[in-house]
């Protein structure tokens, strides 16, 4: 997983497989960044009170977050990432 910043937005890359996915890189519970979580199977996992986000949809798998991330769509074109925000 890698963070990066775009203006004022704050991406979450992470990769799984052969798959890229992209999210906002700040939990919806407070303010934790899912770069420094751990991604698995199940997502990306928030380092500070464990929810899971799944990296399709956004939608948190456990509380306590409740809210969904935002979610990207990735493009790989020629070794390049490209994130539509
Ligand atoms: S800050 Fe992410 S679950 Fe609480």
Do not use: W
Not at 57 to 74: D, F, L, W
């Amino acid at each position: 997983m890698l963070r990066f910043d775009h203006g004022d937005k704050k991406i979450l890359l992470a990769r799984r497989g052969e798959k890229i996915f992209a999210t906002d890189v700040m939990c919806t519970h407070e303010e934790a960044d899912l770069s420094t979580g751990f991604l698995s199977e199940q997502g990306v996992t928030c380092p500070l009170h464990l929810s899971v986000f799944n990296l399709d949809s956004g939608v948190p798998q456990n509380p306590p977050a409740e809210e969904s991330v935002a979610t990207y769509n990735v493009k790989i074109d020629a070794g390049a990432i490209y994130v539509e925000i």
